[in-house]
């Protein structure tokens, strides 16, 4: 990864501008970025293996549109159960500092947690 050059201006640096090379280069993309990723933390798997495991990741959610959330459905679970066994009815603020959330966010759990509750039974 290169860096850009600044010219010193007498109020501000101005970034120098860039080659054609470079502002033509396509950004890594998500799987790309993966990949990096994994070969840096294990670079045991690196070479042809690794090449061959991101072209059948490419051929198998070629297309797709993903929506990667910040934490993990257990996590959210926990958080939800959290949320169930501390609230009384009057406190969701205090529960919701207690736990690190918005208000909202208790609020839309416990609606979450009565409207699947009632489609179970």
């Known amino acids: 990864m290169t860096t850009a050059k600044t010219i010193a ?10 080659s054609l090379p470079a502002l ?3 950004a890594p993309d998500l799987v790309d970025r993966m990949f990096d990723y994994l070969s840096a933390e294990f670079p ?6 690794l090449s061959a495991a991101k072209s059948a990741v490419r051929a198998e959610f070629c ?22 066994s501390l609230f009384n009815g009057r406190n969701a603020t205090d529960v919701a500092r207690q736990i690190g959330i918005s208000r909202s966010s208790v609020y839309r759990f ?3 947690s009565r409207l699947e509750r009632n489609r179970s039974e």
Request: no cysteine; hydrophobic share 45%.
């Open 44 to 49: 045991q798997i690196a070479g042809e293996q």
């Open 9 to 18: 201006h007498p109020v501000k640096a101005v970034p120098a501008r860039a």
């Open 63 to 84: 297309g797709e549109e993903v929506y990667i959330p910040a934490r993990g459905a257990v996590e959210r679970q926990r958080q939800v159960a959290q949320v169930l």
């Open 110 to 112: 416990i609606k979450q």
């Open 24 to 26: 033509a280069a396509p």
